[in-house]
Structure formats: structure tokens, C-alpha cells
């Protein structure tokens, strides 16, 4: 039997909602019974009444509790479909990851506090160099999602403006956090690093061992790893050029400031283990950062208005809804435009 496991803390979020009502209709469309969804679905909810009413198995809820953040609960029981994909042995070493780091991070004087020294780099890097952004370049495939989770973990935890006791916050807070792997990185955005005007400061992440061993392939791409950092730090002075007998002309062009700021996140091999310890400590450091700005990392105010606005919106796309719209005229005019799409006048 196939199960969908439906992971929502609140069990109200629209887009999971909607998938999972698609996938409900779809088996009792081949079934005809509800009985049947009691052996084809799975909640991961802090809302059982709703996963009840839903036709979920009392048994096959599993509990979030309160106190999760959602985009923190990977080592939650929202971690099942994680476990499910590398199987159980595997995801009990990558939680043993997220405990050695927190262990680390809860007992390591300060001065040798990985997250802390990440989370000081970072407040000095945004609120005294003006850095807007912060690159995450993992030198792995494997890792290709990687910045894009850290994208929510770090912006939609720290992207606040108020503090705890809600007064304007005096400083920048969380960075735009982008990036891409290794060698596709320095084939598209790396010269704005090397010669650009902006200051971005990066994370490399690499690992002593490949997964896919190929000849001399992961011997390049470290080589490759290890050359940016060095770049980026000392770059190439107008006296290097000249010992080498550049042309007068081209030497403006060729210089590199360097001075460029990176940490090097260096482990011998991608584990579950490793996976652990490396996304528990951008968790942590991630963390200080709110605790130092004063602001709320577990909450996202900000995205409810957008979720609130879009259930209201998606009521009034209807056909049948012929009320005045009342948002702003540009709002307006866009949802009319759709409308009439919709309804092929146009």
C-alpha cells in the first residue's frame, strides 16, 4: 500500500492543503470509501483535530509540538519522509549530527563557539561593512538545494525590522542568502566577488572525500575549492602584475583588490553525520544572530499577511464572485485582467 504523508504543524497551510485534498480525491475516486484514506495517509501535524476530520488514521498522526519552528523541525517527526528516503540507520547518524552540534554549541566557551564566531562574522560583516548579501557555495552536487534551504532558515527567521519589545530595530538584520555549487558558481557570479563593487562575504563548503570517485574529477574541483578562497583574500596586486610584465594597459583590468572575506566549512565526507552537524550549526548560528539583534527568529508575521491576502484573493478569482474589489488599483487591475483571461474575454 502507498501512503502520503501530509506535514503541516498547523495542518492549515494552503499549498499543502491543496495537494493533499488532490491526492485524498484521487483515492476516493478509485476507492469510494473513506475507510480507504485511513490506510493511505500519514499526518505530521500539531493539529490532530483537523488530520481527524481529514480521514487520517488516529494512529497514523504523529505529533509536532508547540514549541517546533517549523522551519527547524527537520530532526521533528517532520524528519519521517527524510528518514523513509535514507532509511532509519542513516537518519539516526544524521540526528547524532545535530546533537554533537549542539553539544558543541551549548558547552564551548564562547571564543572556540562555531555558531557564535559565524553568528559575529556575520553581525560585523552586515551592521559595520554595509553587507547586504551572504554566499553559500557548496563544492558538491549533492548539496545543490542547500542554499535555497538556507534561504528560509536564515531570512525568514531573522528578516525582522521590530525587536522583542517592538521598537525599530537600529541595524540590518538577516543578509540575502543565495548561492549555487562549486564550479557552475565561478563560471556565473564569482568575477562580482573577485572585482565587483558590492561586499559579499561566502561560505565554502567542501569535503576531502568524493562520494563518485572519477579519476582526477574531485582533485580539480577542491583545487578549484581551495584557489577561490585564495583569491578572494589576497587577490593579485598591481606589483605582481608588473614583476610579470603585464602590459600597463591591461594591469587596471587584472588587479584584484582581494581582502575578501570567506570561512572555508571543510569535512572529509558528505554523511548524514556531517548533513547534521553542518545545517544544526547555520541553526545556531542563525539563532545568535536573533538573540543579539533582540528580535524574533520563530515567528513570520510577514508571511501570514501574504497567506491571509491570498485566501481572500482566491475567493474573489471565482466566477461567481461579483462583489467591488477592494484592494489598490494596481491589485485590482491585475486580478481583472486574470478574471477575464479565466473567462476567455480577452
Known amino acids: 500500500l502507498s501512503s502520503n504523508i501530509v506535514a503541516s504543524k498547523t495542518f492549515k497551510t494552503e499549498e499543502t492543503l491543496t495537494n493533499a485534498l488532490t491526492a485524498r480525491q484521487w483515492i476516493l475516486s478509485h476507492s469510494g470509501t473513506k475507510q480507504s484514506l485511513k490506510t493511505h495517509f500519514l499526518a505530521i501535524t500539531g493539529n490532530r483535530g483537523r488530520a481527524l476530520d481529514f480521514g487520517v488514521a488516529s494512529e497514523n498522526i504523529f505529533n509536532v509540538s508547540d514549541w517546533v519552528g517549523g522551519r527547524f523541525s527537520i530532526t521533528s517527526a517532520i524528519g519521517l519522509s527524510v528518514m523513509i528516503a535514507i532509511g532509519y540507520r542513516r537518519f539516526i547518524e544524521f540526528l547524532n549530527g545535530f546533537h554533537v552540534m549542539d553539544n558543541h554549541f551549548r558547552y564551548t566557551p564562547l571564543e572556540k563557539n562555531i555558531p557564535v564566531i ?20 557548496p563544492y558538491d552536487h549533492y548539496m545543490r538545494e542547500f542554499p535555497a534551504f538556507l534561504q528560509q532558515l536564515d531570512m525568514e527567521s531573522n528578516g525582522k525590522s521590530v525587536n522583542r519589545s517592538g521598537h525599530p530595530v537600529e541595524v540590518q538584520t538577516a543578509p540575502i542568502i543565495w548561492g549555487q555549487p562549486g564550479t557552475n558558481g565561478q563560471h556565473a557570479f564569482f568575477q562580482l566577488f573577485h572585482q565587483g563593487t558590492r561586499f559579499i562575504p561566502c561560505d565554502f563548503i567542501g569535503f576531502c572525500e568524493s562520494l563518485n570517485e572519477m579519476g582526477d574529477h574531485h582533485v580539480k574541483l577542491m583545487a578549484n575549492f581551495f584557489a577561490q578562497t585564495e583569491a578572494l583574500a589576497f587577490g593579485k596586486t598591481e606589483e605582481e602584475l608588473v614583476r610579470k610584465g603585464e602590459s600597463e594597459k591591461l594591469i587596471p583590468h587584472k588587479r584584484c583588490q582581494g581582502n575578501r572575506p570567506s570561512n572555508t566549512i571543510l569535512a572529509r565526507r558528505l554523511t548524514p553525520f556531517v548533513l547534521g552537524k553542518i545545517i544544526a550549526m547555520y541553526e545556531h548560528k542563525i539563532f545568535s544572530q536573533g538573540i543579539i539583534w533582540d528580535i524574533f527568529s520563530f515567528d513570520q508575521w510577514g508571511v501570514e499577511l501574504g497567506k491571509n491576502l491570498a485566501r481572500r484573493i482566491t475567493r474573489e478569482l471565482d466566477k461567481s464572485h461579483d462583489k467591488p474589489l477592494t484592494h489598490d488599483s494596481s491589485t485590482n487591475h491585475l486580478i481583472q485582467i486574470f478574471k477575464r483571461a479565466l473567462n476567455r474575454e480577452d
Open 118 to 137: 559565524l553568528a559575529l562574522l556575520g553581525i560585523w560583516y552586515i551592521n559595520f561593512f554595509a553587507a547586504s548579501s551572504h554566499a553559500v557555495i
